[in-house]
């Protein structure tokens, strides 16, 4: 449900305002626990043992609650910083965007403009993934089957948007973030749990938004109007406008630099992103097809009063780096990236991350396709729940998840689902009995850990 940059629509999710939550995320805000994180020192004769409810993420423990989802499998992924791994398809596509901005964005004195913070720790607090970016309390993206939640309080960030206010509070008016973020979601070659992003902001004093203006003398960025399609109430239509302007020029030149100057654009706007008013998508043609390439629009004005910075006006954008890399590469499966075969790798050893690099497939072993049927044990089981269950047993040799079928018998006040399960091994062919092995594996944590019956 969450909107995926790195492989899906951009719009789905952030923009849908149904309500979705059935799940329990709402009624347990009254576990408080004590939920500052402090360094976990195993060998330490003066720390204090680790409860077996805590989680340890990056020598720091957490104190779990009802909200604790996050599995082993995902918290091993925090650290890997594929995007800061040198001569990484990520990292090469992470150094493409900063060197625009760091060519095309200088100081009078030649220095970039916009600040790069590439190191942010992904646990974050529920404030800054959703209530800084003023997500309504009812949004789905909130609920425990969309996000990883380390306990009711903090989570691994589900957007690396998570880090604005606090950069803004710092004074920062140009800054990018690129980091790994986390959210539970569907299986297949372009969906996996943790993916990276690069999100940026630039904000302007009024004087340098009207610089470009002939006469500003009777302008100003702010007034007291009404929110239309167009503008926020807060800002005048010459602001929204200009800003809107600047926010577009800036893009497509980036989509120039990454895709081909003679690249064909387009701008969506029937977008909604909680902390940004009016907002757009960039789409590009790409091999015959409309492709996402990020969301941006211009910053909520309450997200930049909030963060101290009520007298200036801004834009962001965010995009997916697996999306643009699987499209500038034609790298086939998102589970490459985690791959440490050296023949993936020795792929993207290039030092200019400019040089055309298109992917020649290691090898393709056959999948192995099973299907599993069970009833769910109530309303509340959620897709997602399995998903990662999958994941969780039978790692990445899943390539994909399906529910295929769902049908419920009313007389008997039960719904069974089915899930068509590929496996497929990136650098081996399976044995159908390895595979059954698993399968049966997969079926039994289902029974445990979901309370499904197997049919
Ligand atoms: N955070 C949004 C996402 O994950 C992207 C975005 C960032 C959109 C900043 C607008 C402004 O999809």
Redesign the pocket.
Known sequence: MM?I?CSRG?AQA?RSTAALSTSSAYTCLCHKHHMTAHRHMSNSTTASPQKSSDVTIQGLTYPTDSYTNVTPRIISKVGCNLHNQKYHPLNLIRHRIQNYFDTYFTTHIGSPVFSVFDNISPVVSVYQNFDSLLFPPDHPGRTVSDTYYVNSQQLLR??T?AHQEDLIKMGLDAFLVAGDVYRRDEIDASHYPVFH?M?AVRLFQEKELFARVNDPTNLSIFEDGKRTADKQEFHSLEAAKLLEYDLKKTLSGLADCLFGKEVEMRWVDDVY?P??HP?WELEIMFEGEWLEVL???ITEQKILHNAGASHKVGW???LGLERLAMKLYNIPDIRLFWSNDPGFLKQFRVDDPNTPITYKPISSYPPCINDMSFWIPNEEFRSNDFYDLVRSVAGDIVERVELVDEFTQVAKQRTSHCYRITYRHMDKTFTQAEVNDLHTKVGRAATDLLGVTLR
């Open positions: 909107l940059i951009l952030f589900a957007h948007t992003q999100d992103f902390f940004t907002s969301g941006c629009g962001a954008f965010g």
